[in-house]
């Protein structure tokens, strides 16, 4: 008599459809949380951007000229990165009012796409 050990190829298909309705039932709470996640950090750069522009402009007198400058002035330790783009280049830089007073007074994201919430990365 011959002990053969092993599975049938039902038992494999058997398997296979519930690990696949089991991902079909966790995939999009991944991908929501992933996405949610991301727009969290999106809200505490440009926060932490800002603040540190309105800082250096407090202890100044005047707007950075650029990012950069506030790193090279240890304002921050690195220009964080937007989350969507996976890159610190990618901030769009909106200038002061009147030109004499710096470069950067505000940054927004150069992220497409809307938020949650509905609306755009790029009014954040």
């Given at each position: 008599?011959?002990?053969?050990?092993?599975?049938?190829?039902?038992?494999?298909?058997v398997?296979?459809?519930?690990?696949?309705?089991?991902?079909?039932?966790?995939?999009?709470?991944?991908?929501?949380?992933?996405?949610?996640?991301?727009?969290?950090?999106?809200?505490?750069?440009l926060?932490?951007?800002?603040?540190?522009?309105?800082?250096?402009?407090?202890?100044?007198?005047?707007?950075?000229?650029?990012?950069?400058?506030?790193?090279?002035?240890?304002?921050?330790?690195?220009?964080?990165?937007?989350?969507?783009?996976?890159?610190?280049?990618?901030?769009?830089?909106?200038?002061?009012?009147?030109?004499t007073?710096?470069?950067?007074?505000?940054?927004?994201?150069?992220?497409?796409?809307?938020?949650?919430?509905?609306?755009?990365y790029?009014?954040?």
């Amino acid at each position: 008599m011959i002990d053969k050990r092993g599975f049938t190829l039902i038992e494999l298909l058997v398997v296979l459809a519930v690990i696949a309705t089991l991902l079909t039932l966790v995939a999009p709470h991944y991908i929501g949380s992933v996405d949610k996640a991301k727009e969290a950090v999106l809200r505490e750069n440009l926060a932490t951007l800002r603040s540190t522009i309105d800082k250096y402009y407090g202890d100044t007198g005047k707007y950075p000229e650029n990012l950069d400058q506030l790193v090279a002035r240890r304002y921050l330790r690195v220009v964080p990165d937007d989350p969507f783009t996976e890159s610190n280049a990618t901030w769009v830089l909106i200038p002061p009012p009147e030109s004499t007073r710096g470069g950067v007074y505000d940054v927004k994201s150069a992220a497409t796409g809307q938020g949650r919430g509905g609306q755009a990365y790029k009014e954040w």
